[in-house]
């Protein structure tokens, strides 16, 4: 958590969900639903999903509906009309959806498309609660400084981010030794490196603990996501790279551990379900009942842990040695890897092409000189498109991967 900790602050929190019709926007509005004294919508996002959005808007009673594809007006406008609902389309009307006057805005969108949407949210100085990961994998160092500068209270709704938040503790920040975050090791944590590299789509998409959407899932299965996360976490707790570590748990029941200079070692453990780190961060600092299945460690399945394997899962080595990089190294990573990843899903490349990919999209980059420190969020988006080309080149190269 950064900045403040007052809510409530009234008696209704007004919250906006950006990506509403995605995974986390289907439990954030979950959650929501169920105390409607509690919480009021304003705006809802969507990318294309019209329809969907449209039913969510209804239902929430949300003051505006966005689609970020224009294409999809037409269709929310009809869906929407004599409802009173607003709507809005395109990269202008997801400004207004972000900066709509709202209480809490939930950022989760996937991608880095999410950046500058959240960014303008970051501006407003309420309360975002952060679930989209690319925007600190990208441009950390400009998010976090816009957070301070606008006195932004940001909350994590990443499960192993929330954890870390629930057990570090603020006055023992400098006795801090590394805060260790936990991955259930996908769909594919047994399997060899050959099975692992001509996996199909469907068993990717197959993830033992979690439901989310599809990137993410796929993100998981590479264990890129846990990458992804270290640098996360390197930003959102304003820790060193070698302070950072990652373990498999397959049970996905112990989140993150904290260990402290004494030796001790703190824990969060919960059972898998997103709804509970959404529910803190829309009520912190209080901790209200949510729907989240108890935790009975008699009946539990026995809690085991592993080293993550880095030689069958190469995305972990290229995030973590992006992390060592900086910024220019983060970027072009998470470029490159949601370019891959689109390409995996839409059945254009082999599963095991995904770190080829970014491995070989970063070497080209490092090649002409372009990993340094971006100066400015320009500079990083300027970086991720041209990123997007030398993985679209490299995917390209490949041939029929299928
Ligand atoms: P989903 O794919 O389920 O949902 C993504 C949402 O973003 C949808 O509302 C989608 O709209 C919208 N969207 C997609 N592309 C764009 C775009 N170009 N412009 C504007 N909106 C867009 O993703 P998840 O909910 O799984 O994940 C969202 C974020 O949260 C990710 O960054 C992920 O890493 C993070 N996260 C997710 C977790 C989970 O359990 N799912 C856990 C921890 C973090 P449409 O429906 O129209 O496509």
């Known amino acids: 958590m950064v900045n403040g900790s007052s809510w409530p ?10 990506g509403a019709t995605g995974s986390i926007g289907a439990s954030t509005l979950d959650l929501i639903g169920r105390e409607p004294a509690q919480f009021a919508v304003q705006a809802v996002t969507a990318n294309s999903n019209a329809v969907a959005l449209a039913a969510l808007a209804k239902k929430h009673g949300a003051k505006l509906a966005v689609v970020s594809d224009p294409a ?20 202008a009307g997801l400004e207004v959806a972000a900066a709509m006057e709202a209480d809490c805005t939930v950022a989760a969108i ?3 498309a999410g950046l500058a949407p959240a960014l303008i949210a970051v501006a407003r100085g309420q309360r975002v609660a952060l679930a989209n990961k690319e925007c600190l994998v990208s441009a950390g160092r400009f998010f ?8 932004t209270e940001l909350l994590t709704i990443d499960s192993e981010h929330s954890g870390v938040m629930q057990v570090l503790e603020t006055r023992n920040r400098d006795q801090v030794v590394k805060v260790t975050l936990t991955a259930s090791g996908g769909p594919f944590r047994t399997w060899t490196a050959e099975a692992i590299a001509t996996a199909s789509l469907e068993q990717a998409l197959q993830h033992p603990n979690w439901t989310m959407g599809p990137k993410i899932t796929i993100d998981s299965a590479t264990m890129m996501n846990k990458g992804l996360e270290l640098i996360e976490a390197q930003h959102l707790f304003d820790l060193a790279p070698a302070q950072l570590d990652m373990l498999v748990h397959a049970q996905s029941i112990v989140h993150a551990l904290v260990e402290y200079s004494d030796g001790s070692v703190l824990a969060q453990l919960a059972q898998p379900d997103m709804r509970l780190p959404i529910a803190l961060a829309l009520n912190w600092p209080r901790r209200r009942p949510t729907p989240t299945p108890r935790l009975n460690l008699a009946t539990a399945p026995a809690l085991t842990f592993e080293a993550a394997d880095e030689t069958r899962f190469p995305c972990i080595r290229l995030s973590r040695e992006a992390m060592q990089r900086g910024g220019g190294a983060t970027a072009a990573l998470n470029a490159a890897n949601e370019v891959a ?18 491995s070989a999209s970063l070497d080209l980059l490092d090649g002409r000189g372009l990993l340094g420190e971006p100066q400015n969020v320009g500079a990083v988006m300027e970086l991720d498109g ?3 080309r030398v993985a679209a080149e490299t995917l390209a190269g490949l041939g029929d991967g299928r």
């Not at 999809?72 to 395109?90: H, R, W």
Request: aromatic share 4%; with cysteine.
């Open 72 to 91: 999809a007006y037409a269709a929310l406008k009809s869906t929407l009309a004599g409802t009173g609902i607003d709507v809005a389309a395109g990269p």
């Open 9 to 18: 602050r009234g008696d209704v929190m007004r919250v906006s969900v950006l």
């Open 386 to 388: 041209e990123t997007r």
């Open 341 to 358: 990843v689109a390409a995996f899903l839409a059945k254009r490349c082999k599963f095991g092409h995904i770190a080829q990919v970014v």
């Open 144 to 151: 976090m400084a816009n957070v301070r500068r606008h006195k």
């Open 110 to 112: 996937v991608g880095v």
